[in-house]
């Protein structure tokens, strides 16, 4: 199976047992660390592109972490950059459906941490809605 054809899983088809670590190489883990970095300067477009290089990769249910940071990056762009409400809550709770399934801790990541900025990005859009963004 070519990178391009692993199937994509809803949460539903995810076997919480299988979520493990994946063991990544050398060039995963530099974009891994790379989406992380632009991440936190807040270039979420490259975040999310460096991501979705490291998740065309990985065959293993393990994967849905990717879309989830990757769902997570997209909000925050679309927040940010195209202002556009109903896209970014959509991404938000995605990437919080996601991430939820795994460890407080996974791949040097602070889950827990990303599932409680989800949950302040979100009640602080909604307090500003009405005057800041378009519906």
Do not use: C
């Amino acid at each position: 199976m070519s990178p391009s054809t692993f199937k994509k899983k809803s949460i539903q088809e995810v076997d919480p047992a299988l979520l493990s670590e994946p063991l990544l190489g050398a060039e995963d883990w530099h974009e891994y660390e790379e989406g992380w970095r632009l991440f936190n300067e807040r270039k979420f477009w490259h975040a999310h592109e460096a991501w979705e290089t490291v998740w065309k990769h990985r065959p293993e249910e393990s994967r849905i972490f990717f879309q989830g940071v990757i769902q997570l990056a997209a909000a925050y762009h679309l927040l940010l950059v195209k202002k556009r409400y109903g896209g970014m809550m959509r991404n938000f709770e995605k990437a919080e459906e996601k991430l939820k399934l795994f460890p407080p801790r996974f791949l040097g990541v602070d889950v827990e941490e990303l599932l409680h900025s989800i949950t302040n990005s979100r009640k602080e859009v909604n307090r500003i809605r009405e005057t800041s963004l378009d519906q």
